[in-house]
């Protein structure tokens, strides 16, 4: 609902309209910076954890090389 603190902050990150967040107040546009560094973060920390299954990955066919196992 649009009209409960909870719905103002939900419309404030989903707007996507440059003319309308051109005319947020300083308080939205602080309320919608926030949320796209949390959105970054999290895209970072995602790729992070796909680096690490992909070492993963690396490490247990090399040790399966190494001592005639086979890797999943």
């Known amino acids: ?3 409960t603190p909870l719905g103002q902050i939900v419309r404030i990150r989903a707007e996507n309209d440059k003319a309308v967040i051109e005319k947020f ?7 919608r910076s926030q949320w796209a560094a949390f959105r970054r973060e999290q895209a970072q920390r995602q790729l992070t954890d796909k680096q690490a299954l992909e070492a993963a990955d690396y490490f247990e ?12």
Do not use: N, Q
């Not at 107040?25 to 309320?31: A, C, D, G």
């Open 1 to 3: 609902m649009h009209d």
């Open 25 to 31: 107040s300083p308080y939205e546009k602080h309320i």
């Open 61 to 72: 066919k090399l040790f399966a090389g190494m001592f005639g196992g086979e890797s999943r």
